[in-house]
């Protein structure tokens, strides 16, 4: 392996020409960090950097600053494939997630390469020169730049870091209280002993009502559906144990592939016997919480992983429910009132504070357009070629995660193939990589993106995303065990990928 590029090994450019980097990446979050590492190890003949529109790393680690901040995946198979999660806790809070992403680009010199507040606006392909051209707006300057790279990598997430989603609610301008989203949530917010409202179901509502409980007069969680609650502890006990007698990675590596091996199992189970995983999920919170609890409040109409699980980490919520500081309304909302949220039902929730859980703003690759041959691309004509790239955009990748099991297993996978690529077009003198339909492939059926998820948030999202079909290698599979055959074995010159 040869030493790592720096920024400062680039080669001096004139005033009048666009710095220029090899590779380009995208984000600076959990994906654009592990994109760092796999570029300075694998290909260290290329250089990189790293842009990242905000003015430090984490990405959503880093943005997110709401009470009670978590995972909801564990952190051996969060974390990193090169990094052992050594903390105690699997299942960790915000800000030890963000002091390991922190660590892990400062320990392989990743935070080097790394230009802040560097937003993306467009990204310009041309054939003539096999080159992306980057318009870089600077928000602490309030100046605009270019940049140029032979290949584009996208790691910058699936949703707007301008603003989470929020519905239109009636009324919401006559509330006397605050409103606030976990996005955008102020640090100066006191809800000490005050009526608070959270809107919404999913993890984000599950982790702020345990977390805001103690220190409330009283916090609701008002949804309009529920959601699959499954209590966990937040340490592995197996993962401890094996880190008392084996090396540090070796104990991680066996953890991870017990939990992915674990989460795939579970999986596949809710697609072959979701009535008896139903029956299963809701008889443990029986055991915590009754069955009139259940009955009226947890019990979901769609079956297991139809939507994300919650996780609910040492039972907190349900503590929180048994001890009156908390409750649950299922109901919809009529509209906002001076004094709170008045329901359909006829019920009136008092508040001080009412916190729109009510999920993200979603994007296709980020908040940037793209345009290949003066061509504006449309993402959502397109097809996804293994869940990374698309049809006929040469020389772009972008990192998404898997919706049924830890983001980073599938952004380190697609690293790794990224890596792949580059090698084989420094082996083979080539400068452009793009997926192209054969003509056998014309006539497949377009399907979503992800199948069989039909979370709200996605279900926003799927009309601006690829299609996938119904043959290799145009899937999107979001299975772990699949893509590592996939991604790792799967042979690069497939006939599909063209290199010219």
């Given amino acids: 392996m040869g030493p790592a590029t720096t920024l400062g090994d680039v080669a001096e450019h004139s005033a009048s020409e666009p710095e220029h980097f090899d590779v380009l990446v995208v984000g600076a979050g959990l994906s654009g960090i592990g994109a760092g590492y796999h570029l300075t190890t694998y290909c260290p003949d290329r250089t990189y950097a790293i842009l990242e529109g905000r003015g430090d790393l984490g990405g959503t680690w880093d943005l997110f600053r709401y009470p009670g901040i978590r995972s909801d995946s564990d952190m051996h198979t969060l974390g990193y494939s090169f990094e052992p999660w050594t903390d105690p806790k699997s299942i960790a809070d915000g800000p030890s997630i963000l002091k390991y992403v922190r660590n892990t680009a400062s320990k392989y010199g990743i935070d080097e390469h790394i230009r802040y507040n560097s937003q993306v606006s467009e990204a310009r392909w041309t054939s003539t020169d096999s080159r992306w051209t980057l318009t870089i707006d600077h928000p602490d300057t309030g100046d605009s730049t270019t940049m140029t790279c032979e290949y584009l990598f996208m790691c910058s997430g699936y949703y707007s870091y301008r603003g989470g989603h929020t519905p239109e609610f009636v009324g919401s301008g006559d509330f006397a209280g605050e409103i606030v989203h976990p996005q955008k949530w102020p640090d100066d917010l006191d809800y000490t002993e005050k009526n608070v409202v959270v809107i919404g179901s999913g993890a984000t ?60 199992m579970i999986y596949k189970r809710t697609r072959t016997d979701p009535d008896k995983v139903k029956d299963h999920l809701l008889g443990l919170v029986r055991e915590e919480l009754g069955d009139q609890m259940v009955d009226e409040h947890f019990t979901p109409t769609y079956n297991p ?91 772009l990748a972008s990192s998404f995660g898997y919706i049924n099991a830890s983001w980073t297993l599938r952004a380190d996978l697609t690293c790794e193939y990224v890596c792949r690529i580059l090698n084989h077009m420094t082996e083979t003198g080539t400068t452009e990589a793009t997926p192209r339909l054969r003509k056998s492939d014309r006539d497949m059926p377009k399907r979503p993106w992800i199948d069989d998820f039909s979370s709200g948030y996605m279900q926003r999202m799927m009309p601006m995303l690829p299609k996938q079909g119904d043959r290799a290698p145009w899937l999107n599979t979001q299975r772990y065990s699949a893509d590592k055959k996939l991604f790792r074995k799967g042979k690069i010159d497939d006939g599909v990928m063209i290199f010219s």
């Avoid at 090396?247 to 939990?259: F, G, H, I, Q, S």
């Avoid at 109901?331 to 709170?340: A, N």
């Avoid at 003066?374 to 996804?384: G, H, L, N, R, S």
Wanted: proline letters at 5%.
């Fill in 205 to 264: 509502a599950v982790t702020l009502v345990p977390a805001m409980a103690d220190d409330t007069k009283h916090i609701t969680m008002l949804q309009r559906s529920p959601t699959y609650m499954v209590a966990a502890p937040d340490h592995d006990p197996i993962a401890i144990g094996l880190r008392k007698v084996l090396p540090e990675r070796v104990a991680y590596d066996l953890t991870r592939r017990k939990n992915t091996a674990r989460g795939e």
């Fill in 305 to 395: 992983w139809d939507q994300r699980l919650c996780l609910v980490p040492n039972g907190d919520l349900f503590e929180s429910i048994k001890s009156g500081k908390a409750s649950v309304v299922t109901d919809t909302i009529e509209r906002f009132t001076e004094t709170g949220v008045a329901l359909t039902s006829g019920e009136h929730l008092d508040a001080d504070i009412i916190v729109t859980a009510t999920g993200l703003e979603l994007v296709t690759l980020g908040d940037m357009s793209f345009v290949v041959d003066e061509e504006p691309v449309d993402f959502a004509q397109t097809w996804t070629y293994k869940g990374l790239a698309y049809s006929d955009v040469p020389n």
